[in-house]
């Protein structure tokens, strides 16, 4: 019922920023948190970046102070603001979605996935 698609990857060189955007679509308009996480072959998925329902945000040590997650409620859309990017950001990026009903039915969604891929 809810699908999740992101976009704006893409080659960027070291110090350089990209905003990535997840679009959701379904029956619902609200999530209970959305995050960002990412991977690279040899390593397991990772959390980068989560904002909750009540707007509280954590971030991976590696990426504070550089990496900013937003929503935008009428869109139904989260981005992920990344500054100051370095080689080691390198990675397939995926948003994640908590649904209202994921206490109970463990509700969570996935989307497929946009390559960030920095250059030294």
């Known amino acids: 019922q809810v699908q999740l698609v992101e976009s704006g990857g893409g080659l960027v060189q070291a110090g350089g920023s990209l905003r990535l955007s997840c679009a959701a679509s379904g029956s619902i308009f609200s999530f209970n948190a959305m995050g960002w996480y990412r991977q690279t072959p040899g390593k397991q998925r990772e959390l980068v970046a989560r904002?909750?329902?009540?707007?509280?945000?954590n971030y991976a040590d590696s990426v504070k102070g550089r990496f900013t997650i937003s929503r935008d409620n009428a869109k139904n859309t989260v981005y992920l603001q990344m500054n100051s990017l370095k080689p080691e950001d390198t990675a397939a990026y995926f948003c994640?979605?908590?649904?209202?009903?994921?206490?109970?039915?463990?509700?969570?969604?996935w989307g497929q996935g946009t390559q960030v891929t920095v250059s030294s």
């Open positions: 994640n979605a908590e649904g209202v009903l994921y206490r109970m039915l463990g509700e969570s969604y």
């Open positions: 904002i909750n329902r009540d707007g509280n945000t």
